[in-house]
């Protein structure tokens, strides 16, 4: 019998690989292309208190107005309900007070680069970017930073499920770590996503999922991809060391230098954005795929969209025989159940 389906295939990453696109890991030697950044490791207490349910934040410094100083649940939870210490206990953890040595670290950033944006080893909370004063990730203080790291499914990601596409079962324990980069302002119609399966670029993709009408030409005429292809190939891929790898880039004017936003494992867990699973481990193809007028729809809805779903769906839903496949799946496993 024929399949007029793609099968989901598996797309797996050593420990090894994985914890190679930590942050730490790979600024070092492309420190030169990346925005000044600086890093400390987190104890397990600070972890913990990432970890757990609520979010309370120190006293609000007297100059600052605006942002969203405090989110407790203590009004919501009656005043009979004494019988969870714990939940007590972790709502009066106040990081400035507990963690001094992280506190002084942030200090630090701010004072160096005054606008910071913050990422755990892999991810940064983009997904809580809406509780943040103007929706971004610009972190002007001390609370805006915690309160980002709090309120995101992709920072719980990175603590609870780092190694989920793991092509091992047993997998080493990770050293956590709280990078704060240097806050740059980017254009998101000028960074892109490439592709890279054993040594070799397999795919480009513009990473925003916007449809800017001037990119297409604007990407002939400055001849981009010729320039990424050649930064890829010359500066990234012989000094890293996973052969397949999926890499962040910006290109901003006057597009002659690129930018290194971040580096992910080659695994499901980094969104495919323009591309199918299928597409990037069977086929290569050199130009930049664009959101264009006809696909402006089908891909907005994708946005942050790893942290809603499953990724299997996710990703399926981007290749009609590959979410047939999982459906048939579905309707199996329910049998059994
Ligand atoms: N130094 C920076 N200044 C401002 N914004 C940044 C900076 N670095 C990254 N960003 C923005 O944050 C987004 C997410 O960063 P990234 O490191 O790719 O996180 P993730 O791996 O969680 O997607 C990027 O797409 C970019 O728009
Ligand atoms: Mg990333």
Redesign the pocket.
């Known amino acids: 019998m024929t399949r007029d389906y793609a099968v989901l295939e598996e797309v797996k990453a050593t420990p090894q690989e994985i914890l190679n696109c930590s942050y730490s890991k790979w600024y070092p030697v492309f420190k030169e292309h990346t ?1 000044s950044s600086m890093i400390i490791p987190l104890p397990q207490e600070f972890i913990h208190y990432l970890s757990s349910e609520s979010i309370h934040l120190p006293e609000p410094p007297r100059d600052v107005q605006g942002t969203i100083e405090e989110i407790s649940e203590e009004d919501s939870e009656s005043d009979s309900d004494d019988d969870d210490d714990e939940w007590e206990t972790e709502l009066r953890v106040d990081p400035t007070k507990e963690f001094p040595m992280i506190n002084e670290f942030i200090t630090k950033a701010l004072d160096k680069y005054t606008y910071v ?1 913050p ?1 755990l080893n ?3 909370p ?1 997904d809580a970017s809406w509780i943040m004063i103007d929706n971004t ?2 972190c002007r203080n001390t609370n805006d930073i915690y309160l980002l790291l709090k309120s995101s499914d ?1 920072i719980t990601h990175d603590l609870d499920h780092p190694f989920d596409e793991s092509s091992e079962i047993e997998n080493p324990p990770v050293e956590y770590e709280l990078v704060l ?4 302002e ?1 254009n ?1 119609s000028l ?1 892109f996503r490439v592709f890279v399966r054993n040594g070799v670029i397999v795919g480009k993709s513009q ?1 925003d999922l916007n449809y800017y009408d001037f990119l297409k030409n604007l990407i002939e005429e400055e001849k981009i991809n010729d320039i990424i292809n050649e930064f890829i190939n010359y500066e990234v891929i012989p000094k890293f060391n996973n052969r397949s790898f999926i890499i ?1 880039i910006y290109v901003p004017r006057p597009y002659k230098k690129i930018r290194i ?2 580096i ?1 494992a080659f695994t499901r867990v980094t969104d495919s954005i323009l591309y199918t699973w299928p597409e990037l481990i069977n086929d290569q193809e050199d130009n930049i795929r664009l959101i264009t007028e006809t696909n402006i729809g089908r891909f907005r809805t994708k946005a942050y969209s790893e942290s809603q779903v499953p990724l299997d769906v996710v990703n399926a839903s981007a290749d009609p025989g590959a979410l047939a496949e999982l459906a048939k799946e579905w309707q199996i496993n329910e049998r059994k159940d």
Do not use: F, G, V, Y
């Not at 980069?181 to 740059?184: A, I, L, V």
């Open positions: 925005a944006t990422k892999w991810s940064a983009k990730l610009k992709h980069r240097k806050w740059k980017i998101p960074e990473r962040d936003i971040d992910n």
